[in-house]
């Protein structure tokens, strides 16, 4: 059996949904963005799930200003977060936590540093408390917004230990969109031994390209390549290979490999335009026969 999952590393705008995992990179003169997580550090809030988060841009924020949004649930109400590239003059303050039972606004609002300041109440009476935290103030690379909040205000200390889901938001850098195709693993046929060792095999991947094409891919092994240097190192170390819109079987260097524990591949696609690279990238496992 062979499984397959896909995601892309924008050169532009990405997303995410459900195990669809999307991140966005940076390059020189670009932007980053921000991953969004949030801990609950006493019970889930009895005001329904957090859906977005919003604050604002200082006034050292290069090339942006006013309010900006992060999404989990839902979409934000405004433009989604990012930063300009190396912008370590940018000051983030959380203003409001948007919940599915309505919108609360920090008290005080909150100038996110890498460690969490003092708690600050929501709503009128207080509903929660929250800190938030970026984790980095050099913007040199993508970022996550760390949010932890509690109905006890004495639990929002980082020697507490919660279970946490993490969420991406989406974000925009330069202007490269990534490749936008389909990969179909259906045709392809693997033959194992008694020992899940495979010894023949036949068939193809087949890509289906949309709306943006790439002229070339690598075939890398292993899988979790899940952020945008990761993807290009991966791709930078590779053998590229022209786009013919057919990927054979014994390309994936399986012949004699052991499924006893499936193997993964991941197959990346790249767009380039002026330098500046968006990835498109497909992990397939490869499964011992059932």
Avoid: H
Wanted: aromatic fraction near 8%; glycine fraction near 12%; proline fraction near 3%.
């Amino acid at each position: 059996m062979i499984s397959i999952r896909s995601f892309k590393g924008f050169g532009f705008i990405g997303a995410v949904a459900g195990s669809l995992l999307t991140q966005v990179a940076c390059s020189s003169g670009g932007s980053v963005g921000g991953e969004l997580v949030a801990v609950d550090r006493s019970q889930a809030l009895t005001l329904g799930e957090i859906e977005t988060v919003d604050g604002t841009y200082g006034a050292g924020c290069d090339g942006r200003s006013g309010a900006w949004s992060m999404s989990i649930l839902d979409t934000g109400t405004n433009p989604e977060l990012t930063v300009a590239l190396n912008d370590s003059d940018c000051v983030l303050t959380l203003t409001t936590i948007n919940t599915g039972d309505g919108s609360f606004s920090a008290v005080p609002s909150i100038a996110m540093d890498t460690n969490p300041s003092a708690p600050s109440a929501f709503g009128s009476p207080v509903q929660f408390y929250a800190v938030a935290s970026v984790s980095t103030l050099d913007f040199d690379e993508d970022f996550v917004v760390t949010v932890l909040y509690s109905d006890d205000a004495a639990l929002l200390s980082e020697s507490n230990t919660a279970g946490f889901a993490v969420v991406a938001s989406s974000f925009a850098e330069g202007s490269v969109p990534a490749p936008d195709y389909t990969l179909s693993v259906d045709d392809i046929e693997l033959l194992t031994d008694a020992g899940d060792i495979v010894v023949s095999g036949m068939g193809s991947a087949v890509f289906t390209e949309g709306d943006v094409g790439s002229i070339a891919y690598v075939i890398v092994a292993g899988g979790g390549l899940e952020t945008y240097a990761a993807l290009e190192t991966a791709y930078e170390a590779g053998m590229e290979v022209p786009m013919t819109g057919t990927i054979l079987w014994s390309d994936f260097g399986l012949l004699g490999a052991d499924l006893t524990t499936p193997l993964v591949r991941t197959v990346i696609v790249a767009n380039s335009d002026s330098g500046v690279t968006s990835y498109e990238a497909f992990e397939i496992t490869f499964n011992p026969a059932i």
